[in-house]
T-cell receptor, first 116, second 110 residues
């Protein structure tokens, strides 16, 4: 079965520190990759997505992610975090099989706490 | 600004009562998902529809949960009878290339 692993359950950083959140998936075929963010008490919102093309994807609020196919990874990065980035971050993957798009599989999420 | 809407936003009920949650997907999105989010289990897919037809509801407890899509503008998730372990936030999402999530229904079953 396909799976998505997010290695860090909770990350605590000070403002201006750099961020990298890991995400690995298990499917070897064609995939679409997503990062969602959930601010406290709110719903999931899309940060960025990768369908094809340049493996370095830029999203909103200064976030970016790099798709490394050989490592089955799609890590999220931000050079300098702010207190307002405190949220939970979810990596998600859907795959193509037999010409059909499968369901979105979510990782367990990583809570990011940024200290002012 | 097209959005997925969900009602109610909050629901507190007693064990054994019926709960109905509603979702209005974004117009033109033909795939609708129901998710449940809890601290312990994270985000779980309960069921989804494509062109109003149920495609997969394997994530739902069949004896008490039911999901329907009576028309293209409304999806419902019903729990009967509700139990305390059903307390969670229930999200609806509609999809066109990517999934757009609604604000969720926070359900508390006492």
């Amino acid at each position: 079965a396909q799976s998505v692993s997010q290695h860090n359950h909770h990350v605590i950083l000070s403002e201006a520190a750099s961020l990298e959140l890991g995400c690995n998936y298990s499917y070897g075929g064609t995939v679409n990759l997503f990062w969602y963010v959930q601010y406290p008490g709110q719903h999931l919102q899309l940060l960025l997505k990768y369908f094809s093309g340049d493996p370095l994807v830029k999203g909103i609020k200064g976030f970016e992610a790099e798709f490394i196919k050989s490592k089955f990874s799609f890590n999220l990065r931000k050079p300098s975090v702010q207190w307002s980035d405190t949220a939970e971050y979810f990596c998600a993957v859907n795959s193509y099989y037999g010409g059909s798009q499968g369901n979105l599989i979510f990782g367990k999420g990583t809570k990011l706490s940024v200290k002012p | 600004d097209a959005r997925v809407t969900q009602t109610p936003r909050h629901k507190v009920t007693e064990m054994g009562q019926e709960v109905t949650m509603r979702c209005q997907p974004i117009l033109g999105h033909n795939t609708v998902f129901w998710y449940r989010q809890t601290m312990m289990q994270g985000l779980e897919l309960l069921a989804y529809f494509r062109n109003r037809a149920p495609l997969d509801d394997s994530g739902m407890p069949k004896d008490r949960f039911s999901a329907e899509m009576p028309d293209a503008t409304l999806a419902t998730l019903k729990i009967q009878p509700s139990e305390p372990r059903d307390s969670a936030v229930y999200f609806c999402a509609s999809e066109y290339n990517e999934q757009f999530f609604g604000p969720g229904t926070r359900l508390t079953v006492l």
